[in-house]
C-alpha cells in the first residue's frame, strides 16, 4: 500500500515539475505578411502611413533594420522560412503549386520541428508552400485554417488565431498567422478588384505620397531585368507609368498595409484576452517587399533594397524595452534557429542560419558580417532563367546576374542608399568589386551554390 501511495505521489510530482517547466516556456507565435517592404511602417519613419500594432511590437523589442529575405518571391521566400534552407538548396526557386511528393521527407519543417518537443503548433492564413496543407504529417502543425483562397481570408485570420489561442493557452504554443496583405497591390496595380478588402479611389495625385529619391532608373542597369519586366505586362503593368500613378500606387500600398495592421492588432489583443501576452515571443516579418516605386518597379523579385528587404522584429510585450539593430538576417535561414533558441529547442543540426536569440541577450555578440541572397526570375510558376545573387556588407552591396552585357552592379550603402550609383563600372572601385566577386565566389563554392558552379563569375 505504502508503495503505491509513494508511486502515485513521484508520478504526481513529475506531473506538477513536467507542467511548470511547459509553463515556462514561452510560446511563439510568428506574424507574417505579403509583399511588405522594410520601410512600410510608421516606426521606420514613414510619415505617409499609420501601424499601431507593428509599432506596439517593435516599442516591446528589437527591430532589425537590415532583415532580408532569402528569395524576393512567395514561394522561394516561404520554403525557406520554413524549412530554414535557401531556396537553391530546397530546389524551390520558383512558384510552386500545392502537391504532394515534392517536399523531401527528409527536409524538416518548423512545425514538426516544435510538435516533436512538446509545442502545441498552429497555422492560419495564407499557405503558398509547395506541399498541401492538408499534409500535417509532414508539416507539423496540427491545427491548420484559412489557407485555401476565398474573399476576405485576412479579416478571417483573427478569429481563427484566436480560437487556437484560446484552446491552447495552458500549454506551450507555436502559431503562425500568415496575411496576404498589402500583396492586393497587383491586383490594384492591374486595375482588378482586390482580394482581401475595399479600397478608397486614390486620390489625386498631389495629395498622394511624394515619389522616392529613388524613383528614376538608375544608370548603367542591368538591361536584362527591364527586359523582363517589359516581357510580362499583367505583372508589371507599370511600364509607361507617369509619376503621377507612382504617386498614387503609393498611397494604395500604404492603405494595405494600413489595413494588414489592423488585423495584426487583433491578433495581438488575443494574447491580452487570454493572459498569455507575456508569456509569448513575437516574431514579425513579410516573406518578401515590394518595388513601392523605386527605379520605376512594382513587385518583387528584384534585387534592389525595396524588394528584398523586409520587416523583421522580435517582441516580448511587456518584459523587452525598445531598441533597433543593424545587424545583417536573413528571415528564411533565421527564423527557425532563433525560435528554436528562444524556446530551447535543439535546431537541425543541418541548418545554417543565425540563432538570433544570442544577439538579443548578448547584443555586443558577432553573429555574420555578410550576407548571401538570392533571385529566380519567374512568370509564376514558369522559370525564364534569370538568375542572380547579392552580396550584402554592412556599407556595400554587389549584385551579379547570369545574363547581359552588364551583369553587375555595385553600390556602397553608406552614402547611396538607393542604389543609384553602379560603382561596378566605376574604374576606382575595381578592388572593392573584385573583393565582393571573390567573396561570392567562395561562398558559393562552400556552399555547393549552382550560380557559382554555372562559371557567372
Known amino acids: ?35 511588405q517592404t522594410a520601410d512600410a511602417m510608421s516606426v521606420a519613419g514613414n510619415k505617409d502611413l499609420h501601424t499601431p500594432a507593428m509599432d506596439q511590437l517593435a516599442a516591446n523589442g528589437v527591430r532589425f533594420t537590415r532583415a532580408y ?7 522561394p521566400s516561404r520554403s525557406s522560412i520554413f524549412s530554414g534552407k535557401r531556396p537553391f538548396e530546397t530546389g524551390f526557386v520558383g512558384n510552386a503549386p500545392e502537391k504532394d511528393g515534392q517536399w523531401p521527407d527528409s527536409l524538416l519543417m518548423m512545425g514538426a520541428i516544435f510538435k516533436k518537443s512538446g509545442y502545441k503548433t498552429g497555422y492560419v492564413g495564407k499557405w503558398h508552400l509547395p506541399l498541401p496543407a492538408e499534409k500535417i504529417s509532414q508539416h507539423g502543425f496540427e491545427y491548420i485554417q484559412n489557407t485555401k483562397f476565398q474573399d476576405y481570408n485576412d479579416a478571417a485570420t483573427p478569429s481563427y488565431c484566436a480560437r487556437f489561442i484560446k484552446e ?18 497587383c491586383e490594384w496595380a492591374r486595375g482588378e478588384a482586390l482580394k482581401m478588402d475595399l479600397l478608397a479611389t486614390a486620390p489625386p495625385p498631389d495629395q498622394c505620397p511624394q515619389l522616392p529619391a529613388n524613383w528614376a532608373i538608375p544608370a548603367n542597369e542591368p ?7 517589359s516581357s510580362n505586362v499583367r505583372t508589371y503593368p507599370s511600364v509607361n507609368w507617369t509619376g503621377d500613378q507612382w504617386r498614387q500606387y503609393r498611397w494604395a500600398y500604404n492603405r494595405l498595409v494600413e489595413k494588414v495592421d489592423h488585423y495584426i492588432e487583433m491578433v495581438l489583443a488575443s494574447l491580452k484576452k487570454y493572459g498569455v501576452e507575456k508569456n509569448t515571443i513575437i516574431l514579425f516579418t513579410a516573406d518578401h517587399g515590394d518595388g513601392y516605386a523605386a527605379h520605376q518597379w512594382n513587385q518583387k523579385q528584384i534585387l534592389y533594397e525595396e524588394s528584398a528587404r523586409v520587416p523583421f522584429i522580435i517582441s516580448r510585450p511587456g518584459t523587452w524595452k525598445q531598441r533597433t539593430d543593424d545587424m545583417l538576417v536573413c528571415n528564411g535561414t533565421d527564423i527557425i534557429p532563433t525560435i528554436c533558441g528562444l524556446a530551447g529547442i535543439p535546431a537541425p543540426a543541418y541548418l545554417k542560419g543565425a540563432d538570433i536569440s544570442k544577439r538579443i541577450i548578448s547584443p555586443a555578440v558577432t553573429l555574420r558580417d555578410t550576407l548571401v541572397i538570392e533571385t529566380d526570375f519567374a512568370d ?19 549584385i551579379i546576374y547570369n545574363k547581359g552585357a552588364i551583369k553587375e552592379q555595385l553600390f556602397d550603402l553608406s552614402k547611396d542608399p538607393g542604389e543609384m550609383n553602379n560603382l561596378a563600372v566605376n574604374a576606382g572601385y575595381k578592388k572593392q568589386l573584385g573583393i565582393m566577386r571573390t567573396y561570392l565566389k567562395q561562398w558559393g563554392i562552400k556552399n555547393n551554390d549552382p ?5 557567372v563569375l
Open 1 to 35: 500500500m505504502y508503495k503505491r501511495i509513494f508511486f502515485t505521489a513521484l508520478i504526481l510530482y513529475k506531473s506538477v515539475v513536467l507542467f511548470a517547466q511547459q509553463a515556462q516556456r514561452p510560446n511563439i507565435l510568428l506574424i507574417i505578411t505579403d509583399q
Open 223 to 229: 538591361k536584362i531585368v527591364r527586359d523582363q519586366q
Open 451 to 455: 550560380f557559382v558552379k554555372e562559371g
Open 69 to 75: 529575405c532569402a528569395q524576393p518571391l512567395c514561394t
Open 168 to 185: 491552447n493557452k495552458d500549454q506551450p504554443f507555436l502559431l503562425v498567422a500568415s496575411f496576404l496583405n498589402p500583396h492586393d497591390i
Open 380 to 398: 509564376n510558376e514558369i522559370l525564364l532563367g534569370i538568375n542572380g545573387r547579392a552580396v550584402i556588407t554592412k556599407n556595400f552591396k554587389y
